[in-house]
């Protein structure tokens, strides 16, 4: 549409598009309309499509497809680890029982799916640990030894963060787990698609997945569930997906799904190149041309398409709205938290200043974006943030100025 402003999307962390040849085969697949649990032609043709999809997800995780549970997302996926382990020590009386393992550990840097979950255990009689993490936002292994002991039920870590990208040591810190008799989940949701990911390999019982952050469909996700492992259904109802997750199948997003992790498996060299490069641009051009920037994540173990920076004196929001305004879309912490004047939980875990935290911004790249896209942001935010501080600093400050 003549004089439409251009949008440069820098939030692929929160959501990525469909990929044109997702959104092909998903539309294909929406004439394929029969039951995938119908014993008929129709059935099976949707069944075998539905497995068909699997082995596509489980060859992007390098296990066979029947290790895959569909689920509708990430969120559903670490539900479905923690209830299971809420269930595993319940007693009959409804409360926690005291004599088996009821107790877990996670980290101070997790999903709030993850987050609320634990929470939630904690609640209802379980000991919750959660781990501290370095300034880069690396697991303390320390504290990790010191707080697994033989009644530790669960170690959640997530593998890599979605707001600072820092990716964890989750095979080392699987072994620690393993060694203890836990079970290891981790949350492989923004590591998916941007890294290898190696679910046999990293030692972990659970893996959680979502389809909407690597170019597939929202609403459908997928939980690893190494064999041998315990898993109770959060839904119940019919016999689908081995009885633990019941309901129809979502055919077009399944396939969508499975379409998604193909199309990541054969692209992912590739992508870690370009991602590395574009983000390595902006975070030049952003400390070139403004002063006093802070880079919040591991210098190297990171996602490569994910820079968290700290613009001191500056409000996130406030960056966030400017930018928007010029046409680019950011985010402040994780789309989860924004609307929320919290800083970043995440921000904290990392020793961030709570005033420091509050000046944040997540850029989060992807296929679509350009190196031409990259110097239009590095040349726009510095007036941005100029503009920023400097009412920043004319707002007089303290109980005086607050009348
Ligand atoms: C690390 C992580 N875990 C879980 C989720 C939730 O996934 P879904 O949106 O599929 O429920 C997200 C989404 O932001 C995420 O970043």
Redesign the pocket.
């Given at each position: 549409m003549p004089g439409e402003q251009k949008r440069i999307y820098l939030d692929y962390?929160?959501?990525t598009p469909l990929k044109p040849e997702v959104k092909a085969a998903m539309i294909e697949d929406l004439e394929v309309y029969g039951n995938a649990s119908s014993m008929h032609a129709d059935g099976r043709l949707a069944r075998a499509r539905v497995e068909e999809a699997r082995r596509a997800v489980g060859g992007l995780l390098g296990v066979s497809p029947d290790t895959i549970v569909f689920t509708?997302?990430?969120?559903?996926?670490?539900n479905t680890v923690f209830q299971t382990m809420r269930n595993l020590a319940l007693g009959e009386d409804g409360r926690i029982r005291s004599d088996v393992r009821n107790e877990i550990i996670t980290t101070a840097i997790?999903?709030p799916?993850?987050f609320s979950s634990a929470e939630f255990l904690k609640s209802l009689g379980f000991k919750v640990v959660f781990l501290p993490v370095d300034r880069y936002g690396k697991l303390e292994t320390g504290a990790l030894k010191a707080a697994l002991n033989e009644k530790t039920l669960l170690v959640s870590v997530?593998m890599?963060?979605?707001e600072i990208g820092t990716i964890q040591d989750i095979k080392a810190i699987g072994k620690l787990v393993k060694a203890a008799g836990a079970w290891y989940h981790t949350?492989a949701?923004?590591a998916l698609g941007k890294i290898p990911v190696d679910a046999v390999d990293l030692g972990a019982d659970y893996l959680?997945m979502?389809?909407?952050?690597i170019y597939g469909p929202?609403?459908i996700?997928a939980l690893y569930l190494r064999k041998g492992a315990p898993l109770l259904p959060l839904i119940h109802g019919g016999h689908q997906e081995g009885g633990f997750r019941a309901g129809t199948y979502n055919n077009a997003g399944i396939l969508g799904f499975g379409k998604a992790a193909l199309l990541a498996r054969d692209s992912l060299e590739d992508y870690g190149r370009e991602m590395r490069g574009l983000r390595n641009r902006l975070r030049d051009g952003l400390a070139r041309n403004v002063p006093d920037i802070q880079i919040n994540g591991h210098p190297s173990d990171v996602l490569p398409n994910t820079l968290n920076v700290s613009f001191p004196g500056a409000e996130g929001e406030s960056i966030l709205l400017a930018l928007d305004l010029a046409g680019i879309e950011v985010s402040t912490g994780?789309?989860?938290a924004s609307g929320s004047l919290e800083p970043s939980h995440v921000l904290l875990a990392i020793g961030a200043d709570p005033f420091l935290a509050h000046g944040s911004i997540r850029f989060s790249l992807g296929w679509q974006v350009s190196a031409a896209d990259i110097d239009y942001v590095t040349e726009t935010l510095p007036p941005i943030i100029a503009r920023l501080r400097a009412m920043s600093t004319s707002v007089p400050k303290g109980p005086a100025g607050a009348g």
């Open positions: 962390n929160a959501t509708s997302g990430g969120s559903e996926s670490n997790e999903h799916c993850v997530m890599a963060n979605n949350d949701v923004q959680t979502s389809a909407h952050k929202k609403g996700g994780s789309a989860c």
